[in-house]
């Protein structure tokens, strides 16, 4: 093992310790990313289509090797080498996401600017259950940064859309005629992500992995993975953790290549990826978070009112998920989303 010029560390020859070869190819490598990342041989080519990086957060969480309390320099230097490892092995047409809480997103932010990535939305994660506190508001949000190598970048805006809420509250008629090709009633997620299965995942959650308390919903993978890359890319996660982008990527049939510090995560991950995702087939879903303004038959098969009752979604939004209008308005005014 050798260190590079940003004191990170390369040269290292590595196989993937665990294949999962049903579908598309997955491969999970156990090791520090900064070493093992630049020795993988499509990582060392510049061929990575998407990488989306968890990295540890440095909260002193009791992760099963790594040292999550390092002095806030040590942190930065740890940081700048994984991105540069992850920088260089995009490919031209690569994008990057970062989930990373709000000690650190500007830092990177700027580091990946840098870097000659060009940033394409700075998301937030917004969930509701934040460890509760009285000495300053309560954090309910991580920051989901998108970077791109190029503006010519692998973008699926199809892949993700969601009800508009001009249909699910507003009934709207502009939102059933788009001039753009989005279909009647969608639109795209905005930029700050929530709704049902969008909540941390915690014990009593069906996708809830053992002795992690820091798993992503698959929710958030599907929406990454569906919009920043195709059937057949290749798709990296330098700090795999319990599994979620490796599961998401492989169901979605994308080449997958995780890295994980930890041989007891990295072989849990595995067998999940081998699983399969919990959640199937949810379909697009309203993120409303007020009561459809009016009744009517569209109201009530929104629901339009309670709280919904399921533990999983209890995220504070109405129970639009999965709404649809049926037979959409008649269009009198020009497109809306
Ligand atoms: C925040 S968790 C990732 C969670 C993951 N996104 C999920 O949904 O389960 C970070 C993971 O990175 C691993 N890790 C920490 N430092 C690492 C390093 N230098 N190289 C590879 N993995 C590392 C930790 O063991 C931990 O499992």
């Given at each position: ?8 560390v ?23 990313s ?20 968890d990295?540890?957060?440095n ?34 047409r ?6 990373i ?9 700027v ?18 259950f ?29 892949e ?10 507003y ?6 005629s ?9 639109r ?6 929530y ?14 992995m ?47 290549i995780?890295?994980e ?54 995220q ?22």
């Amino acid at each position: 093992m050798k260190r590079d010029a940003a004191g990170g560390v390369s040269g290292v020859e590595v196989r993937p310790v665990f294949v999962i070869e049903d579908g598309a190819r997955a491969e999970v490598y156990i090791g520090d990313s900064r070493a093992v990342v630049p020795s993988i041989p499509e990582c060392a080519a510049g061929t990575v289509d998407l990488i989306f990086a968890d990295p540890p957060f440095n909260w002193n969480r009791a992760y099963d090797k790594w040292d999550d309390a390092l002095p806030e320099e040590e942190y930065l230097a740890f940081t700048y080498a994984w991105l540069d490892v992850c920088v260089s092995a995009l490919s031209p047409r690569g994008s990057m996401w970062v989930n990373i809480p709000d000690d650190w997103a500007a830092e990177i932010v700027v580091h990946l600017k840098k870097a000659g990535l060009h940033m394409v939305n700075w998301c937030i994660w917004h969930y509701r259950f934040g460890q509760n506190t009285q000495a300053r508001f309560i954090s309910s949000k991580v920051h989901a940064l998108y970077f791109a190598r190029g503006a010519d970048r692998t973008w699926n805006p199809m892949e993700v859309l969601e009800v508009s809420d001009r249909r699910s509250i507003y009934f709207d008629p502009r939102t059933e005629s788009k001039r753009d090709g989005t279909p009647a009633g969608m639109r795209l997620p905005m930029d700050v992500w929530y709704g049902r299965y969008w909540g941390r995942i915690q014990g009593n959650n069906k996708e809830r992995m053992p002795d992690h308390d820091n798993q992503l919903p698959e929710v958030y993978l599907e929406r990454v993975v569906r919009a920043c890359s195709n059937p057949g890319d290749l798709v990296l996660d330098p700090f795999l953790g319990s599994g979620t982008t490796g599961v998401m990527a492989h169901a979605l049939g994308r080449r997958f290549i995780g890295v994980e510090y930890s041989d007891k995560n990295a072989e849990r991950a595995a067998a999940r990826i081998g699983r399969g995702p919990i959640r199937r087939g949810e379909g697009p879903q309203s993120t409303a978070i007020f009561s459809a303004r009016r009744a009517g038959p569209r109201a009530r098969a929104g629901n339009g009112g309670a709280f919904s009752e399921d533990p999983e979604s209890a995220q504070g939004v109405l129970p639009l998920a999965g709404y649809r209008v049926k037979r959409p308005l008649r269009a009198r005014h020009r497109s809306g989303a």
